[in-house]
């Protein structure tokens, strides 16, 4: 089993920056665990999840339109942490952000982190 511990997140202003972290319990990538992707998800209040980045195995990195140009997801194999950075934080950037690692690239969703709060203020 893999766990995920999402950690950074707090209130911030508008403009401002965060920076996640994603630590798995153990190799963050793994093909005993089947997982070639980690990604960053976000939830605001009312809405859907929508997924925000992704980084695979191999390094290639997606981002959502909303967060392009901001975002930087990033990963430290020997902390076997998931980074995401986050810069000039708007209010509508609002959300509990999870991440979670899997086989699919596009939508890594086997495991899950409990998520953490991210506020931005006006």
């Known amino acids: 089993q893999v766990q995920l511990v999402e950690s950074g997140g707090g209130l911030v202003q508008a403009g401002g920056s965060l920076r996640l972290s994603c630590v798995a319990s153990g190799t963050i990538f793994s093909t005993i665990f089947k997982i070639n992707a980690v990604g960053w998800y976000r939830q605001a209040p009312g809405k859907q999840r929508e997924l925000v980045a992704t980084i695979t195995i191999g390094g290639s990195t997606n981002y959502a339109d909303s967060v392009k140009g901001r975002f930087t997801i990033s990963r430290d194999d020997a902390k076997r942490t998931v980074y995401l950075q986050m810069n000039s934080l708007k209010p509508e950037d609002t959300a509990v952000y999870s991440c979670?690692?899997?086989?699919?690239?596009?939508?890594?969703?086997?495991?899950w982190g409990q998520g953490t709060q991210v506020t931005v203020s006006s």
């Open positions: 979670a690692a899997g086989g699919v690239a596009t939508s890594p969703s086997r495991y």
